[in-house]
């Protein structure tokens, strides 16, 4: 059990922690320089870090506390997946294949987000907040269905190939034609992409809804940010608070667990 301590030790020290994110940033920057330029050099120094990522998933294995507790920590799972895709030669894929196949290495980089402290925290913020977020997108996916209804009840065009816009663009569609194409147009304003255009055009076309394309245009984007900034931040903050709040527990009862142990 002393030896899985002093291993466990090892992979938790600081100059280790240090060490892997060096040796990850280095093998980001090589995978990003491989995507144009492949030498045996840069294959033979890939090679060495996988050989490096190889041995601290079997350290971190091996100076486990409990077997139990290393297979509850997703990011190992995440790890042996990542190592693992590196070892699929690329002589047994299709031209497609192998493109996928260095695709999914680039996922190495991520492996930073284990090594550095405060991005972990960070992430394991955004995963608390998915299911936050779920509710949220449903809520906002409701506002966005009522107000593409309305949009196309009000401001369908059958006319639309006389308006300017189509004219100099002929594979642009009717904004409001569909239910589908006013989810995309609300989508559009709410990204802020020239979302003026579509108020003026619908002003050309319909001068006796002059009050309401406005009304609708600028309603819907005060009500959709205030959804986005107001929940989806909302939820993050509070997620970041419960998780903050958490990690000081478990440093309290680690400093108490070792205070007690040097007691004895």
């Known amino acids: 059990m002393a030896k899985n301590d002093s291993i466990n030790a090892l992979v938790h020290a600081p100059n280790f922690e240090r060490l892997a994110v ?14 144009t330029h492949k030498t045996a050099e840069i294959t033979f120094i890939q090679n060495a870090i996988l050989v490096f990522f190889v041995g601290e998933i079997l350290l971190r294995f091996i100076g486990r506390s409990s077997t139990r507790e290393y297979f509850m920590d997703g990011w190992n799972y995440f790890d042996v997946l990542v190592v693992a895709i590196s070892f699929i030669p690329e002589d047994m894929l299709g031209g497609a294949q192998v493109s996928v196949l260095r695709t999914l290495r680039v996922l190495r980089v991520f492996r930073i ?12 913020v955004l995963l608390r907040s998915i299911k936050s977020l779920g509710y949220s997108g449903i809520l ?24 300017p816009q ?10 409001y034609g569909t239910l589908g ?22 002003l050309a076309q319909s001068p006796n809804l002059d009050g ?19 929940l ?33």
Do not use: C
Request: hydrophobic residues 50%; charged residues 20%; without cysteine.
């Open 232 to 264: 989806v931040v909302g939820a993050v903050v509070n997620n970041y608070d419960r998780a903050m709040d958490e990690m000081r527990e478990s440093d309290d009862a680690a400093a108490a667990a070792a205070a007690a142990e040097s007691e004895e």
């Open 113 to 124: 987000l284990r090594e550095v402290e405060e991005l972990r925290l960070i992430t394991s």
């Open 166 to 175: 189509w004219s100099g663009n002929p594979q642009s569609v009717d904004p």
């Open 181 to 202: 194409e006013a989810m995309f147009s609300l989508f559009r304003i709410l990204t802020g992409e020239d979302w003026t255009d579509l108020r003026y055009n619908l």
């Open 140 to 163: 906002f996916f409701i506002f966005m269905y009522v107000y593409s209804v309305i949009g196309v009840s009000l401001f369908k065009m059958t006319n639309f190939t006389s308006v």
């Open 212 to 230: 309401w394309v406005t009304f609708y245009h600028v309603s819907w984007m005060v009500i959709s940010g205030f959804l986005l900034i107001n």
């Open 22 to 35: 060096a040796v990850i940033i280095i093998n980001s920057i090589l995978i990003g320089v491989e995507v």
